[in-house]
């Protein structure tokens, strides 16, 4: 219980100065907005946003009926900003999660059990790093077919290896440390060692690396479905630019474009400023400055 | 081991990443769903005798082992293999693409290069001030934004609203200019695309040189060389700057596979007549061997310019000549 309580501390600690960090705080708040907006999105006077319209409500510019006009199919552009975010964020965070717990399991078997094993593992990892990740994902997403759980598999299949690295080099130092040592002194096992003693200090470092895979993941999302690989059954943000793009009237309308590109921008800046807070916040000394 | 040992150990491992690509590509390509021959015929009187005469001539009735086998030997040649749209070899259609991106990639290293590692370097500098915050948040800011994001606000604001630039292309369509006034048309239409790519691109140099420049800055060489009373000018140059510079020249090599990102998307927006549109056509037509074509040569490229940078840095580091 006492063990708890101190976790819980050590939470609070890092939450008040995540949210004292200028940068952490904006990222937040903004994050927040597209959050309430994906999980409410069918409260704010939304229409289908696949719903094609009459012929004479084609390329509408805003209006009181259509706040943000509509397109070259008389979709509501509104409706379909509102609903891009929750392809944006499922992206995100389902490839984030997939990406950082596949490749925390390969950096940690490959720093905690060395040799071969590592050697092995991490010449996979140097091989993927090597690379070149957008033609990879377009020649993944283009053979295996557009759809959203196809874009999440190959942004995960493309990004492990960045975690892998990271945490291999976090294990390989903390595997010498005493405390380890120690409990492997009282008998613990391999699994143990690794899943019980180590794993919980790689948690912080895990965090920071998810919100950059989140970050690379959307903006993986919306490059791929510019280019035409996105799923054309739910229309995301960057689904909206390929459709305004190929449509030819891109010019005459500025409001068609404008808000995908200004939600993908808002998105992605506030979760790299969330990252930058996160690990400027992580780092050694840094509470220790601002006073706890 | 030496600096030899080190150069065998690249190429070697250059040589091994580029057997495991050709691999990899074989086998994505396989996971295909649809018969190629089809995809290729779309038109359903092609009678199935005729499938199967083309499912012959292109060998897809032998083995896996064996198509395999055949793939390599055709690479070894040259032969990509027949794109689908342009009924022309792969590789000639790619070759012929090269020229227009290489100008590009270039002209925006270039520029994002020498932007990047001044502003960096002034940043890291002035560490704390005011104007460092300006620039590391500018540079965090620009290194967020989506360079096919970027590159539509730059076309519609530059090309359609105020119209200075052109819309597209390398060059005026029928406008036979020759000599000078062709070198001036292709930069004019170079501009858009080009700043695209080098808006990203600086933010990541500038970070990169910022962080390497603080970390110099805390060496204790440069406190010797203020305590000599040299002049700061002097050793922002000659001794923070000139060290700051190596981890610059390794992150240039890692960088290329993001630079292909960047050539892809600015490409596709500006209709740059580069290998990046086709990547682009190819993915609209499901062209799959055009492709495939392209990412080889994607990689390819990378991994050369991965080796071709270890090698430079092989040179330029002291520590691994010694350490050997």
Redesign the interface.
């Known amino acids: 219980m006492n063990q708890f309580t101190n976790k819980l501390e050590k939470m609070k600690i890092f939450f008040k100065l995540l949210f004292s960090h200028r940068m952490g705080l904006a990222g937040f708040g903004v994050i927040s907005l597209f959050v309430f907006m994906a999980m409410f999105a069918s409260f704010l006077g939304t229409v289908d946003p696949a719903r094609t319209g009459a012929v004479e409500s084609i390329l509408q510019a805003p209006s009181s009926s259509f706040w943000f006009g509509t397109d070259d199919l008389a979709r509501d552009i509104w409706s379909q900003t509102i609903f891009g975010s929750r392809i944006s964020l499922t992206v995100g965070f389902v490839a984030a999660l997939i990406t950082v717990v596949s490749g925390t399991l390969v950096g940690l078997i490959a720093g905690f059990y060395g040799k071969i094993v590592e050697e092995v593992l991490m010449r996979i990892v140097d091989f993927f790093m090597m690379l070149p990740e957008l033609p990879l994902m377009i020649v993944l997403a283009a053979v295996l077919g557009p759809s959203m759980w196809n874009i999440i598999l190959v942004v995960s299949l493309v990004s492990w290896p960045t975690t892998a690295r990271v945490v291999r080099s976090q294990v390989l130092s903390l595997k010498e440390r005493p405390f380890v040592e120690a409990s492997r002194c009282i008998g613990a096992g391999n699994i143990r060692l690794m899943f019980g003693e180590i794993l919980p200090n790689v948690v912080p470092l895990m965090f920071a690396q998810a919100v950059i895979m989140i970050t690379e993941a959307i903006y993986a999302e919306a490059v791929l479905s510019f280019l035409g690989l996105g799923d054309p059954t739910s229309i995301s943000w960057g689904m909206m630019l390929h459709y305004a793009f190929e449509s030819g009237v891109i010019a005459r309308t500025m409001w068609w474009v404008i808000p995908p590109i200004m939600s993908i921008v808002a998105l992605i800046v506030s979760f790299s400023l969330l990252g930058t807070a996160i690990s400027d916040v992580l780092e050694p000394g840094y509470k220790e400055k601002k006073g706890f | 081991m030496g600096l030899k040992g080190f150069i065998l150990r690249k190429v070697v491992a250059a040589c091994l ?1 580029i057997i ?2 050709v691999c ?1 590509n074989f086998v ?2 396989r ?3 649809g018969d190629p021959v089809r995809m290729m015929f779309r038109d359903p009187r092609v009678s199935a005798e005729k499938l199967e005469e083309m499912k012959q001539t292109f060998g897809l009735d032998k083995p896996l082992s064996g198509q395999f086998v055949a793939y390599v030997k055709g690479l070894t040649r040259g032969d990509l293999g027949q794109s689908f749209s342009h009924r022309r070899p792969v590789l000639e259609v790619i070759a012929a693409k090269i020229p227009a991106t290489l100008l590009l990639v270039v002209t925006a290293l270039v520029f994002a290069i020498l932007l990047g590692v001044a502003l960096g370097a002034l940043s890291g500098w002035k560490s704390g001030t005011k104007l460092d915050t300006f620039i590391l948040t500018a540079s ?2 620009m ?4 360079t ?2 970027l590159g ?2 730059l ?2 604001v530059f090309a ?1 609203h105020i119209a200075i630039f052109p819309l597209g292309g390398m060059a005026t369509p029928a406008s036979l200019f020759e000599g000078a006034e062709l070198v001036w048309d292709v930069l004019w239409h170079l501009c858009l695309p080009a700043l695209s790519i080098v808006i990203w691109y600086i933010g990541e140099y500038v970070l990169l040189t910022r962080s390497a420049m603080i970390d110099v800055m805390g060496q204790e060489y440069i406190t010797t060389a203020y305590s000599k009373g040299l002049k700061k000018f002097r050793i922002l140059k000659n001794h923070a700057l000139r060290n700051a510079l190596l981890p610059v020249v390794t992150i240039t090599g890692v960088n ?3 630079a ?2 960047g050539v ?2 600015a490409e ?2 500006f209709s740059w007549p580069g290998v990046g549109r086709l ?2 056509d190819a ?2 037509h ?1 062209d ?1 061997p055009l ?2 074509g ?2 080889l040569l ?2 390819f490229s ?2 050369l310019a ?1 080796l071709v940078i270890d090698l430079i840095y092989g040179y330029i580091d002291p520590r691994i000549k010694v350490s050997g």
Do not use: D, K, W
């Open positions: 990443t495991a690509i990899v994505i390509f996971m295909a769903p965090l800011t290194y967020s934004i989506p096919f994001a539509i606000i076309l519609l359609y290329l596979g993001f292909v990102a892809i998307e596709t927006v990547v682009y993915v609209s499901r799959y492709l495939q392209v990412f994607f990689a990378v991994v991965n």
